[in-house]
């Protein structure tokens, strides 16, 4: 009964955009008005872009976390497709100006099916406000793996993160920078499983920037 009842709540909570896990909170939005769009421009192009997941109102992206396919787990499967995907950790500068955080909410666009996620990366103070993509480009007959690894800028010390990802390819230019407080929200452009054929999983992103 119990077990249906949460069910229950955890599907009408989808229909209303928010989820609910065990051990915290999961928040998302896709309606929340945004001031301006970040891209960088040397994305591969394998896949679609997925839906938009936003902040919710009056929160900022000030972590980040990676789903990424290691060495190890790419000989098991016999493909590498390095980043799957991004996690965006949001707070609410009303009630926390600096790290660590522990009232938060995740949002995530789309994502690959392989590897693991890391732990968070903060901003000691401030928000994400600008990001750099490492990309591996087309390798013909080869492997490919597309995005591998993200950088972002944080606004609160001239603060710049690095995630864990893999090291294929070479970093491109830096997005431009929020013109408002700072990121909120995130897009992503993911290829889905191939079968026999070549994965590369995440290949591009887009940040929205709010005010």
Same mark, same amino acid.
Request: a negative charge.
């Given at each position: 009964?119990?077990?249906?009842?949460?069910?229950?709540?955890? *599907?009408?909570?989808?229909?209303? #955009?928010?989820?609910? /896990?065990? $051990?915290?909170?999961?928040?998302?939005?896709?309606?929340?008005?945004? &001031?301006?769009?970040?891209?960088?421009?040397?994305?591969?192009?394998? #896949?679609?872009? +997925?839906?938009?997941?936003?902040?919710?109102?009056?929160?900022?992206?000030? $972590?980040? +976390?990676?789903?990424?396919?290691?060495?190890?787990?790419?000989?098991?499967?016999? @493909?590498?497709?390095?980043?799957?995907?991004?996690?965006?950790?949001? /707070?609410?500068?009303?009630?926390?100006? %600096?790290?660590?955080? !522990? @009232?938060?909410?995740?949002?995530?666009? @789309? =994502?690959?099916?392989?590897?693991?996620?890391?732990? /968070?990366?903060?901003?000691?103070? $401030?928000?994400?406000? *600008?990001?750099?993509?490492?990309?591996?480009?087309?390798?013909?007959?080869? @492997?490919?793996?597309?995005?591998?690894?993200?950088?972002?800028?944080?606004?609160?010390?001239?603060?710049?993160?690095?995630?864990?990802?893999? %090291?294929? &390819?070479?970093? #491109?230019?830096?997005?431009?920078?929020?013109? $408002?407080? &700072?990121?909120?929200?995130?897009?992503?452009? =993911? !290829?889905?499983?191939?079968?026999? &054929?070549?994965?590369?999983?995440?290949?591009? =992103?887009?940040?929205?920037?709010?005010?």
């Amino acid at each position: 009964m119990y077990k249906f009842l949460s069910l229950t709540l955890i *599907s009408l909570l989808a229909v209303f #955009g928010q989820y609910v /896990i065990a $051990g915290g909170r999961f928040e998302r939005t896709i309606s929340r008005p945004f &001031g301006s769009v970040l891209k960088v421009h040397n994305g591969m192009r394998w #896949g679609s872009w +997925s839906q938009k997941e936003m902040c919710p109102t009056g929160m900022y992206a000030t $972590g980040f +976390s990676l789903k990424v396919a290691g060495m190890w787990e790419s000989l098991l499967v016999g @493909d590498n497709t390095a980043l799957n995907g991004i996690r965006l950790h949001c /707070i609410n500068p009303s009630k926390s100006s %600096s790290g660590p955080y !522990e @009232d938060y909410a995740t949002i995530q666009s @789309d =994502v690959g099916s392989w590897g693991k996620w890391s732990d /968070i990366k903060w901003c000691s103070s $401030g928000f994400l406000t *600008s990001f750099q993509l490492r990309v591996e480009p087309y390798q013909g007959t080869w @492997d490919d793996t597309a995005a591998n690894n993200i950088r972002f800028n944080c606004s609160g010390n001239a603060e710049m993160l690095q995630g864990s990802g893999m %090291s294929w &390819g070479e970093w #491109g230019d830096w997005s431009e920078k929020c013109g $408002g407080k &700072g990121i909120c929200g995130i897009e992503t452009m =993911v !290829e889905q499983p191939q079968g026999v &054929g070549d994965d590369t999983a995440l290949n591009d =992103v887009r940040m929205y920037c709010c005010d």
